[in-house]
C-alpha cells in the first residue's frame, strides 16, 4: 500500500508536468497585442451599421450650415414620426440612431431651460414639442440606441468664444444625459467654419480648436454621468472621423491610432484619419459617416438624389467591409419623416444584403491549417467556420505566418470572403492572399492588408470547392475567429 503521502507527492509532480507541458505547448491563450478596445467599443464594432437623423431649422430654410438668426417659427414640421425613422431603421438592420439635438445653428430639438432658441419656442405642438425625447422613446420601442450630437460651433450664441459658452454647452450635455439617456454615443464634431450671428454681433469669430472648449473636463462630466458612452471627434477618445464623407474607409484600416497631437477640427490630418497607425498607441477605430443624399440635412431638390440600393451596398463594403461602423445619415423631411424615396431605398438595401449575404457557403465547412497553437482542439482551425465569435484558430507565438483551407461539400461560386479577427486580444494581420483550388493548382484571387474586426473581400465570381487564405504578415502570432464564404 502507497501511503497518503505518497500519492499525494505524485498527484502534484503529475500537476506539475501538465503545467510544464502545457506551457510549451501553448495551452493558454495568446498574450494580447496592445492597444486592445474597450466593452463599449468592442460593442460598437459588434453593432456594424448605426443611423444618423439630421434635423433642424436648417430643414426648413433648404440650407446645411444655419447661421443661428434664424426665428424659431421655421421649425414647423407638420407630421413628426419618430416611430416611423425608428421602426424603418430596425427593420433595415441599424443599431443606433444619433440625432442632431444641436447643429452648428444653435437650435435645440428639446425644450432646453439653458436657451430660448429652441423647440420650446416654435410652432412645433404649440412649443409643447421634445423631438430628442421622442426620438429616444422610438429608440427604446424599437430596439435601437440613443445617441446625440451637440455642436460644439454654436452660431447663435453671443458668449461663443467665450469661458461661459462652455458652461452652457455642458449644462446642456447635463440635460441631455439626465433626461434623455441611456445614450451610446455622444458626436462631436470639428466643424468651425468662423461667421456666424452669435446673439447679433454678426462677425467671425476664431477659437483655438486645441485648447478653447477643454475637452477633458467635459469628457470627465459625461463620464460621470455615462460611464461607457462612446465619444467620437477626430480624436476620438472612442472614435474616430474616417477623414471623408463619402463612406470609404482605408483599405488598409487600423483601429490604432496615436492621438498625443490631435484634436476635433485640426486640419489636414485626413489620411491619416482614413488609415490610422499600426503602431498607433490608442485603440480609436473609425467611424464612416456618410448621408444618404448629396446634404446632411433634407433638400426637396435632392429627392432624386437619394443613393440606391447599389451604392449603399458599396458604401457597405467600403465600411463595415474594411473593418468599420457605418453611420449613414437619413434627413427626416418638412413633414419630420422619412422621405418614401429614402425608405425605398433604404428597404432595397437591407434586401440586397440579404441577397448578398444569406447564405454562408463556408459554415460548418472543413477547414484545415498548416499549423495552430500547441495542436490544441480550442486553437484548431475548425473554428473559424463554428458560428461562435468567441473561437478562433490561432497560432504559437514565435509563428506570424500560416494558412488555412476551406473545403466546401462541393464546387460553389464565391463572389466575397468575409474575415474577421480577434480584435478582443487586438489587431495583428498586417497582409494576408487568397487562393482558389483551380486545375490542380492554387490560383490567387484576393490579395490585402488589414483585417481587424471584419473585412469583406468582393472578388470576381469563381466557381470553387477548396479556397485557401494566407497571412503573409502579423504583427504577432495572427487570431482569427471567423471566415465566411458567399
Ligand atoms: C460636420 C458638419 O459640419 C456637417 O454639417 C454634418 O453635421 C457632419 C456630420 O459633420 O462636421
Same mark, same amino acid.
Given at each position: 500500500?502507497?501511503? #497518503?503521502? &505518497?500519492?499525494?507527492?505524485?498527484?502534484?509532480?503529475?500537476?506539475?508536468?501538465?503545467?510544464?507541458?502545457?506551457?510549451?505547448?501553448?495551452?493558454?491563450? $495568446?498574450?494580447?497585442?496592445?492597444? *486592445?478596445?474597450?466593452?463599449?467599443?468592442?460593442?460598437?464594432?459588434?453593432?456594424?451599421?448605426?443611423?444618423?437623423?439630421?434635423?433642424?431649422?436648417?430643414?426648413?430654410?433648404?440650407?446645411?450650415?444655419?447661421?443661428?438668426?434664424?426665428?424659431?417659427?421655421?421649425? /414647423?414640421?407638420?407630421?413628426?414620426?419618430?416611430?416611423?425613422?425608428?421602426?424603418? *431603421?430596425?427593420?433595415?438592420?441599424? #443599431?443606433?440612431?444619433?440625432?442632431?439635438?444641436?447643429?452648428?445653428? %444653435?437650435?435645440?430639438?428639446?425644450?432646453?431651460?439653458?436657451?430660448?432658441?429652441?423647440?420650446?419656442?416654435?410652432?412645433?405642438?404649440?412649443?409643447?414639442?421634445?423631438?430628442?425625447?421622442?426620438?429616444?422613446?422610438?429608440?427604446?420601442?424599437?430596439?435601437?440606441?440613443?445617441?446625440?450630437?451637440?455642436? $460644439?460651433?454654436?452660431?447663435?450664441?453671443?458668449?461663443? %468664444?467665450?469661458?461661459?459658452?462652455?458652461?452652457?454647452?455642458? !449644462?446642456? *450635455?447635463?440635460?441631455? &444625459?439626465?433626461?434623455?439617456?441611456?445614450?451610446?454615443?455622444?458626436?462631436?464634431?470639428?466643424? !468651425?467654419?468662423?461667421?456666424?450671428?452669435?446673439?447679433?454681433?454678426?462677425?467671425?469669430?476664431?477659437? !483655438?480648436?486645441?485648447?478653447?472648449?477643454?475637452?477633458?473636463?467635459?469628457?470627465?462630466?459625461?463620464? +460621470?454621468?455615462?460611464?461607457?458612452?462612446?465619444?467620437? +471627434?477626430?480624436?476620438?477618445?472612442?472614435?474616430?472621423?474616417?477623414?471623408?464623407?463619402?463612406?470609404?474607409?482605408?483599405?488598409?484600416?487600423? !483601429?490604432?491610432?496615436?492621438?498625443?497631437? *490631435?484634436?476635433?477640427?485640426?486640419? %489636414?490630418?485626413?489620411?491619416?484619419?482614413?488609415?490610422?497607425?499600426?503602431?498607433?498607441?490608442?485603440?480609436?477605430?473609425?467611424?464612416?459617416?456618410?448621408?444618404?443624399?448629396?446634404?446632411?440635412? @433634407?433638400?426637396?431638390?435632392?429627392?432624386?438624389?437619394?443613393?440606391?440600393?447599389?451604392?449603399?451596398? +458599396?458604401?457597405?463594403?467600403?465600411?463595415?467591409?474594411?473593418?468599420?461602423?457605418?453611420?449613414?445619415?437619413?434627413?427626416?423631411?418638412?413633414?419630420?419623416?422619412?422621405?418614401?424615396?429614402?425608405?425605398?431605398?433604404?428597404?432595397?438595401?437591407?434586401?440586397?444584403?440579404? #441577397?448578398?449575404?444569406?447564405?454562408?457557403?463556408?459554415?460548418?465547412?472543413?477547414?484545415?491549417?498548416?499549423?495552430?497553437?500547441?495542436?490544441?482542439?480550442?486553437?484548431? $482551425?475548425? /473554428?473559424?467556420?463554428?458560428?461562435?465569435?468567441?473561437? @478562433?484558430?490561432?497560432?504559437?507565438?514565435?509563428?506570424?505566418?500560416?494558412?488555412?483551407?476551406?473545403?466546401?461539400?462541393?464546387?460553389?461560386?464565391?463572389? @466575397?470572403?468575409?474575415?474577421?479577427?480577434?480584435?478582443?486580444?487586438?489587431?495583428?494581420?498586417?497582409?494576408?492572399?487568397?487562393?482558389?483550388?483551380?486545375?490542380?493548382?492554387?490560383?490567387?484571387?484576393?490579395?490585402?492588408?488589414?483585417? %481587424?474586426?471584419?473585412?469583406?473581400?468582393?472578388?470576381?465570381?469563381?466557381?470553387?470547392?477548396?479556397?485557401?487564405?494566407?497571412?503573409?504578415?502579423?504583427?504577432?502570432?495572427?487570431?482569427?475567429? /471567423?471566415?465566411?464564404?458567399?
Amino acid at each position: 500500500m502507497y501511503s #497518503k503521502q &505518497f500519492l499525494l507527492l505524485v498527484s502534484i509532480s503529475f500537476f506539475c508536468l501538465v503545467q510544464l507541458f502545457g506551457q510549451t505547448k501553448n495551452l493558454s491563450a $495568446p498574450a494580447p497585442v496592445y492597444p *486592445l478596445p474597450t466593452a463599449s467599443q468592442m460593442a460598437w464594432h459588434e453593432m456594424e451599421m448605426n443611423a444618423f437623423v439630421h434635423f433642424t431649422t436648417n430643414t426648413f430654410t433648404d440650407r446645411e450650415w444655419g447661421y443661428g438668426d434664424e426665428s424659431n417659427d421655421v421649425f /414647423n414640421p407638420t407630421a413628426v414620426n419618430a416611430e416611423q425613422w425608428a421602426k424603418t *431603421l430596425q427593420e433595415t438592420g441599424f #443599431k443606433t440612431m444619433i440625432l442632431t439635438c444641436k447643429h452648428h445653428d %444653435g437650435f435645440c430639438l428639446w425644450p432646453s431651460e439653458f436657451t430660448e432658441h429652441s423647440v420650446k419656442n416654435s410652432p412645433y405642438k404649440n412649443g409643447k414639442g421634445d423631438i430628442v425625447k421622442e426620438a429616444s422613446d422610438a429608440c427604446k420601442m424599437y430596439g435601437l440606441k440613443f445617441g446625440v450630437y451637440l455642436s $460644439p460651433w454654436d452660431r447663435n450664441r453671443a458668449d461663443y %468664444g467665450q469661458p461661459t459658452y462652455l458652461t452652457y454647452y455642458r !449644462n446642456q *450635455l447635463k440635460e441631455l &444625459f439626465t433626461k434623455y439617456g441611456p445614450i451610446v454615443e455622444m458626436w462631436f464634431d470639428g466643424a !468651425n467654419g468662423g461667421d456666424g450671428y452669435y446673439g447679433g454681433a454678426r462677425e467671425k469669430r476664431k477659437i !483655438n480648436g486645441a485648447t478653447y472648449y477643454d475637452w477633458p473636463k467635459t469628457l470627465d462630466l459625461v463620464r +460621470s454621468m455615462s460611464p461607457n458612452v462612446i465619444f467620437f +471627434s477626430d480624436a476620438g477618445p472612442g472614435v474616430r472621423w474616417v477623414g471623408n464623407e463619402r463612406g470609404i474607409a482605408g483599405e488598409t484600416n487600423w !483601429n490604432t491610432i496615436t492621438t498625443d497631437t *490631435l484634436y476635433a477640427g485640426k486640419g %489636414g490630418i485626413e489620411k491619416l484619419l482614413n488609415t490610422g497607425q499600426a503602431d498607433g498607441k490608442n485603440w480609436i477605430p473609425a467611424e464612416v459617416d456618410v448621408s444618404i443624399r448629396p446634404g446632411w440635412f @433634407y433638400h426637396t431638390k435632392e429627392d432624386s438624389l437619394v443613393k440606391t440600393p447599389e451604392k449603399l451596398l +458599396s458604401i457597405y463594403l467600403s465600411s463595415v467591409g474594411r473593418g468599420s461602423t457605418l453611420l449613414l445619415n437619413i434627413p427626416p423631411d418638412r413633414r419630420g419623416l422619412f422621405h418614401e424615396n429614402d425608405v425605398k431605398s433604404l428597404r432595397g438595401f437591407a434586401e440586397l444584403l440579404k #441577397k448578398e449575404f444569406g447564405n454562408n457557403l463556408a459554415a460548418n465547412a472543413k477547414v484545415s491549417a498548416d499549423t495552430y497553437r500547441g495542436n490544441q482542439k480550442m486553437f484548431a $482551425p475548425a /473554428n473559424l467556420t463554428d458560428g461562435n465569435k468567441e473561437t @478562433y484558430w490561432t497560432t504559437d507565438d514565435a509563428i506570424t505566418t500560416g494558412s488555412v483551407v476551406i473545403t466546401l461539400a462541393k464546387s460553389q461560386t464565391i463572389n @466575397y470572403i468575409l474575415l474577421q479577427e480577434y480584435i478582443k486580444l487586438g489587431q495583428r494581420v498586417q497582409s494576408f492572399t487568397v487562393e482558389a483550388w483551380k486545375d490542380n493548382h492554387w490560383e490567387k484571387i484576393a490579395a490585402a492588408t488589414t483585417i %481587424g474586426y471584419k473585412r469583406i473581400l468582393k472578388i470576381d465570381p469563381i466557381a470553387a470547392q477548396k479556397i485557401r487564405v494566407t497571412i503573409t504578415q502579423s504583427k504577432a502570432c495572427p487570431i482569427l475567429s /471567423n471566415i465566411e464564404l458567399y
